[in-house]
T-cell receptor, first 113, second 113 residues
Framework: DAKTTQPTSMDCAEGRAANLPCNHS???????VYWYRQIHSQGPQYIIH???NNETNEMASLIITEDRKSSTLILPHATLRDTAVYYC??????????????FGAGTRLAVHP | EPEVTQTPSHQVTQMGQEVILRCVPI?????FYWYRQILGQKVEFLVS????????KSEIFDDQFSVERPDGSNFTLKIRSTKLEDSAMYFC???????????FGSGTRLTVV
């Protein structure tokens, strides 16, 4: 099962920042938080990931609380093309150094004009 | 930007027939995955593959499923005798060494009739 909880849906006005919360209260010290999104039935698209520190790339920022029990994905200036399902995922380590991603239901973000 | 390529984009097959879904991962990636998504449901992990062997598989990945990397570039998922409930989008993903995001393909829509 997914180790994260997210709101089912959110709305955002175009041009405004979209802040998507995620709870992962049972996260372990060596587990990363990943964010992906899925537009319609396309393949999931990687957005960003982090362990402890806040991270920023050209798509988004990831803010992780100090206790690591929750995080927020920030899309600084949402556009209509950002309408998608956003998944917050705790990467599960497997034996031998492998890992896998377990998807939950995600947050359906609707960006409106 | 490097891509994971999946073929075909859509396959229709009769119940009981064998299907092979094909994927070309990113060339220097070492870890390979199959996921599936039944219409309207979550993205589900099927199997992970590394160093020419399965490293983890889910309960869904029963004896009817198999994976192979026959020639060092392709990564295939075979379903031996398809059932109606195998109808889904199947996504291939690959990952490089280190803590990088997985890159997903655009998927194959399998319809079993």
């Amino acid at each position: 099962d997914a180790k994260t909880t997210q709101p089912t849906s959110m709305d955002c006005a175009e041009g405004r920042a979209a802040n998507l919360p995620c709870n992962h209260s049972t996260i372990s010290g060596n587990e990363y938080v990943y964010w992906y999104r899925q537009i319609h039935s396309q393949g999931p698209q990687y957005i960003i990931h982090g362990l402890k520190n806040n991270e920023t790339n050209e798509m988004a920022s990831l803010i992780i609380t100090e206790d690591r029990k929750s995080s927020t994905l920030i899309l600084p200036h949402a556009t209509l093309r950002d309408t998608a399902v956003y998944y917050c995922i705790v990467r599960v380590p497997l034996s031998g150094g492998y890992n896998k991603l377990i998807f939950g239901a995600g947050t359906r973000l609707a960006v409106h004009p | 930007e490097p891509e994971v390529t999946q073929t075909p984009s859509h396959q229709v097959t009769q119940m009981g027939q064998e299907v092979i879904l094909r994927c070309v991962p990113i060339s220097n990636h070492l870890y390979f995955y199959w996921y599936r998504q039944i219409l309207g449901q979550k993205v589900e992990f099927l199997v992970s593959f590394y160093n020419n062997e399965i490293s983890e598989k889910s309960e869904i990945f029963d004896d009817q499923f198999s994976v192979e990397r026959p020639d060092g570039s392709n990564f295939t998922l075979k379903i031996r005798s398809t059932k109606l409930e195998d109808s889904a989008m199947y996504f291939c993903a690959s990952r490089g060494q280190g803590d990088y995001g997985y890159t997903f393909g655009s998927g194959t829509r399998l319809t079993v009739v």
